[in-house]
């Protein structure tokens, strides 16, 4: 057994897998705390969805661009991912105090995720986070099973205990959470929605900067700004901070008529 190729393939499939289970594990634990648990199966069937696109598309690459991924796409994807997850975020942070959660246990909650524009939203995050680099992870775990001539046991076994160390993960994330006080975990998920949306605008800035499209400046900012999301370039920072500069604006949109945008729902 090569103990080498099982932790290449688990530390792939955890690091590539880990940011996507936690945004789908904190929707999913936000449904369950309003109450409304089996519309976690838009979530999962986005997910779903995301895997079998992303195994599509890795097929594609491998075909017709020798293996090679698509900046145009992939700088696409981050984009509408961002646009989703500001919206979804605002939607969330809107909901945090106690006037909108009382409505909610009147019942208003189930008429709110009956309407198609939130349940699309959440169904398209998870999507998103899972195609969003689906396609290369499915590519890096195809190279190290051509280096072993196949699946082999050692491969397999890696793909286990990724999966299972995702699951845990999972688990942690969902149990902590529903046990988190209503206004900080409306809060916290709202703030890590809004955080990943930004961090995937730096992103997409980089692979269009890839492309040729937009120039590269480099913006000198710390390491550890850059290792936590920032943009190394002024170019994507610049967008990142125009993001946040309209924090107010984007949290107050969702907010302006609460109770009668859930009413008409």
């Known amino acids: 057994m090569s103990y080498v190729t099982l932790s290449q393939t688990a530390l792939i499939l955890f690091r590539e897998g880990a940011e ?32 079998i696109a992303s195994i599509i598309l890795a097929y594609v690459f491998a075909t017709y661009f020798d293996g090679n991924h698509n900046d145009v796409l992939e700088g696409a994807t981050l984009v509408v991912a961002a646009l989703i997850m500001l919206y979804v975020s605002g939607w969330l942070f809107s909901k945090r105090d106690g006037a909108a959660w009382q409505g909610y246990l009147r ?24 195609f969003r680099e689906g396609a290369e ?3 890096f775990l195809q190279a190290v099973a051509n280096g072993e001539n196949g699946w082999s046991f050692s491969f397999v076994l890696g793909l286990v205990v990724g999966f299972g ?10 149990t902590m959470a529903v046990r988190l006080p209503l206004k900080p975990f409306f809060t916290f998920t709202a703030v890590f929605l809004f955080y990943m949306a930004v961090n995937f605008l730096g992103q997409s800035a980089q692979a269009f ?42 949290l107050r949109l969702p907010a302006m008529r609460p ?7």
Not at 112 to 129: C, D, E, H, P, Y
Not at 165 to 174: D, H, K
Request: aromatic content about 8%; some cysteine; charged content about 10%.
């Open 259 to 265: 109770t009668a945008s859930i009413s008409r729902s």
């Open 165 to 174: 160390a995702l699951t845990v993960l999972f688990l942690i994330v969902r």
């Open 20 to 51: 996507a289970l936690l945004i789908i594990a904190a929707l999913a634990s936000y449904l369950t705390r309003v109450n409304a648990p089996e519309k976690t199966r838009v979530l999962y069937i986005g997910g779903g969805a995301g895997i």
């Open 107 to 130: 019942g208003q909650v189930d008429l709110a995720l009956k309407r198609s524009t939130n349940l699309i939203s959440l169904g398209l995050v998870a999507f998103l986070a899972v």
């Open 209 to 250: 900067q890839e492309l040729g499209w937009w120039g590269f400046t480099n913006d000198n900012l710390p390491q550890w700004l850059i290792n936590i999301g920032a943009s190394p370039s002024w170019e994507g920072f610049a967008m990142q901070l125009i993001v946040i500069c309209l924090v107010p604006v984007v």
């Open 137 to 139: 992870t499915v590519l």
